[in-house]
């Protein structure tokens, strides 16, 4: 039977996990008049409602995980200041465990190994667990791996760590949580905002690693070890504090949303009765469902098999190989710019991470208003390039620390762009984790080809990087070809969908 607009606030069953979206959006079978009919008043109260809701989640939950892939970014990133933190008084994390520069790029390399390996499987977990429960377990598992660190005495001490903490960091990335909670159109600017964290981190990283350097010697520490011991402590507190703070899932987040808000969500993510459907029928499917089903796995081959899947792979690998190479080298690449001590280093790392950071904001925002990714991501990449050839071929310093400011702000968009872009090529929990997962996972092999054979990898390459600078350059340009195929190629789709009446297309 078709359910009617209910006049006043409907009460939800214990029992029940959604609200059902009906009763607020009209049958499309026998209600289209009543839809027509709607007056103007009412039109502009469901405007307000959804405002309000859209300004609480963005208050709850964006924030939120901001601070926690900061934090993320920073324990991450940290071994990069480490390694130059008081070195001219021979305190820095290299010469105090003896690791040579080969070493340190297969500590950081193991770090991805692991990240990649682990990364599906922990996106499937969560989009089948309390998501905001799986969040919280990779932030305190991921911070005592930080903590632990600081006890740093040899290269294999180096080697166990950080492959420890690429294991229980995978799944972290925050597109898929992002989709429970935002319609595809308004995935980017969410996911822009989190990512925000990363140039944010690097540039507080110049400031707080050029102030524990002042405490370098204290308690019998050396000032890298303060690094670890702090970053990994404070990064506990938040993952604890997550398991109480975060939402999980809309349909379990009764006491953070009203029963209007429920159905008013439902009817946002949902956006004809046929979808609503096809969810529900999901829902009734999960419980009888193990973590790792056959379903999953099966949804785990579709994505490989789809040669959709493999130009995302190759669209987020670029951005994220150049991305990888700005937090872990930008220290480097600043010292080899002139003569400068370690704490004026790390003060001349901060500004390319705040314009980068800025961009990331402004054209974030502006993709999803536009409801367009791939215009946004040609542009980045052409100016990303641009950067690079300016940075490794201009004389002036300044010109190439300008150049630097442009590779950070063409290259730190382009991250979020392509990831939201991924998750809007699925619709159903399974399909954007496994989507996501497998993106993100072969996307990270650009931060291990990074670690192994770029900058401090490629000795012979130093001081001026060209050749790094450029493998990078053309990796941004190789991201802009794909972001055309892809525009082209779902465009095209868009035209199929069209004729089938379906009302969900793929965005551009």
């Given at each position: 039977p078709t359910l009617t607009k209910s006049s006043g606030s409907i009460?939800?069953?214990?029992?029940?996990?959604?609200?059902?979206?009906?009763?607020r959006i009209p049958s499309t079978n026998g209600n289209n008049n009543n839809n027509a009919n709607m007056n103007d008043e009412q039109k502009q109260k469901e405007l307000l409602e959804e405002k309000?809701?859209?300004?609480?989640?963005?208050?709850?939950?964006?924030?939120?995980?901001?601070?926690?892939?900061?934090?993320?970014?920073?324990?991450?990133?940290?071994?990069?200041?480490a390694m130059t933190m008081n070195k001219q008084e021979g305190h820095d994390l290299a010469t105090t465990a003896n690791l040579s520069g080969r070493e340190n790029n297969i500590g950081l390399g193991l770090f991805y190994v692991a990240y990649i390996a682990f990364e599906v499987p922990s996106n499937l977990i969560m989009a089948r667990v309390n998501p905001c429960y799986w969040i919280a377990r990779i932030m305190i598992t991921w911070s005592i791996v930080t903590?632990?660190?600081?006890?740093?005495?040899?290269?294999?001490?180096?080697?166990?760590?950080?492959?420890?903490?690429?294991?229980?960091?995978?799944?972290?990335?925050?597109?898929?949580?992002?989709?429970?909670?935002?319609?595809?159109?308004?995935?980017?600017?969410?996911i822009g905002v989190t990512y925000l964290a990363g140039p944010t981190s690097g540039a507080f990283g110049g400031l707080i690693s050029a102030a524990i350097q002042l405490i370098d010697t204290k308690g019998n520490l050396y000032g890298w070890?303060?690094?670890?011991?702090?970053?990994?402590?404070?990064?506990?507190?938040?993952?604890?504090?997550?398991?109480?703070?975060?939402?999980?899932?809309?349909?379990?987040?009764?006491?953070?949303?009203?029963?209007?808000?429920?159905?008013?969500?439902?009817?946002?993510?949902?956006?004809t009765?046929?979808?609503?459907?096809?969810?529900?029928?999901?829902?009734?499917?999960?419980?009888?469902?193990s973590i790792f089903s056959k379903g999953d796995l099966l949804q785990v081959k579709t994505q490989l098999l789809d040669y959709k899947v493999w130009l995302f792979c190759v669209l987020y690998f670029t951005p994220v190989m150049a991305a990888t190479s700005l937090g872990y080298f930008i220290p480097r690449i600043v010292q080899e710019l002139g003569t400068y001590d370690s704490i004026h280093v790390s003060l001349m790392s901060i500004p390319p991470y705040v314009f980068g950071g800025i961009m990331v904001y402004i054209v974030t925002r502006l993709s999803d208003h536009l409801e367009d990714r791939?215009?946004?991501?040609?542009?980045?990449?052409?100016?990303a390039f641009t950067g690079f050839a300016i940075?490794?071929?201009?004389?002036?310093?300044?010109?190439?620390?300008?150049g630097l400011m442009?590779?950070?702000?063409?290259?730190?968009?382009?991250?979020?762009?392509?990831?939201?872009?991924?998750?809007?090529?699925?619709?159903?929990?399974?399909?954007?984790?496994?989507?996501?997962?497998?993106?993100?996972?072969?996307?990270?092999?650009?931060?291990?080809?990074?670690?192994?054979?770029?900058?401090?990898?490629?000795?012979?390459?130093?001081?001026?990087?060209?050749?790094?600078?450029?493998?990078?350059?053309?990796?941004?340009?190789?991201?802009?070809?794909?972001?055309?195929?892809?525009?082209?190629?779902?465009?095209?789709?868009?035209?199929?969908?069209?004729?089938?009446?379906?009302?969900?297309?793929?965005?551009?």
């Open positions: 009460p939800i069953s214990e029992d029940i996990q959604w609200p059902d979206v009906r009763q309000a809701l859209l300004r609480k989640l963005d208050l709850r939950i964006v924030p939120w995980i901001f601070i926690l892939y900061f934090l993320s970014v920073q324990d991450r990133a940290n071994v990069g200041y903590g632990c660190m600081a006890t740093i005495s040899q290269a294999w001490h180096f080697y166990f760590l950080r492959f420890l903490l690429g294991v229980f960091e995978a799944g972290f990335w925050p597109a898929y949580y992002t989709t429970l909670w935002y319609r595809p159109n308004e995935i980017s600017s969410r070890q303060w690094l670890f011991l702090i970053s990994g402590v404070i990064s506990v507190i938040f993952g604890v504090i997550t398991i109480f703070y975060l939402p999980s899932k809309p349909e379990t987040s009764k006491r953070f949303l009203t029963d209007e808000q429920l159905i008013l969500i439902r009817q946002r993510l949902a956006s009765e046929e979808e609503h459907e096809q969810q529900e029928q999901q829902q009734q499917q999960q419980p009888n469902k791939g215009w946004f991501i040609i542009g980045c990449s052409t100016a940075l490794s071929f201009a004389q002036p310093i300044a010109a190439r620390y300008f442009i590779v950070a702000g063409g290259t730190y968009p382009t991250v979020p762009l392509s990831m939201a872009w991924t998750a809007n090529l699925r619709e159903d929990a399974v399909g954007v984790a496994s989507a996501t997962g497998v993106v993100s996972s072969m996307g990270n092999f650009g931060a291990l080809v990074c670690t192994f054979a770029l900058y401090s990898g490629w000795t012979s390459d130093a001081p001026r990087y060209v050749g790094s600078n450029m493998i990078n350059g053309g990796a941004m340009l190789l991201a802009g070809v794909c972001a055309t195929i892809l525009k082209l190629r779902l465009g095209s789709l868009n035209k199929q969908i069209d004729q089938t009446g379906r009302s969900r297309k793929y965005l551009l």
